[in-house]
């Protein structure tokens, strides 16, 4: 089982960019996913999440209005659209699965940086 996060690098404050997370072994339509972050010297947090079908979705405050998470299940990929991109963005960002609808990600990829410069 293995998810891969990618699409990170270096953007402009005001850039975007588009994070993937590919699944291989996994069949993510039976997941919640989620996207988590850890900035230099700080926790992980929580950046948002999808259902299974991607009819629900959820932001932390700092985010909601400038990302998207989104999924397509027949590429068996979950997206992170990232807009108007904030030094305070930057951080290693991090995919994860879920089974059950709340509680701890059963699965998580290995981090794609994302550096915003001002």
């Known amino acids: 089982v293995q998810l891969q996060a990618f699409g990170g690098g270096l953007v402009q404050a005001g850039g975007s960019l588009r994070l993937s997370c590919a699944a291989s072994?996994?069949?993510?339509?039976?997941?919640?996913m989620g996207w988590f972050r850890q900035a230099p010297g700080k926790g992980r947090e929580f950046v948002a999440t999808i259902s299974r079908t991607g009819g629900t979705t959820d932001y932390r405050d700092s985010v909601k209005g400038r990302f998207t998470i989104s999924r397509d299940n027949a590429k068996n990929t979950v997206y992170l659209q990232m807009n108007s991109l904030e030094p305070e963005d930057t951080a290693v960002y991090y995919c994860a699965a879920r089974g059950k609808s709340f509680g701890v990600y059963d699965y998580w990829g290995q981090g794609t940086k994302v550096t915003v410069s001002s």
């Open positions: 072994g996994l069949t993510l339509s039976s997941y919640n």
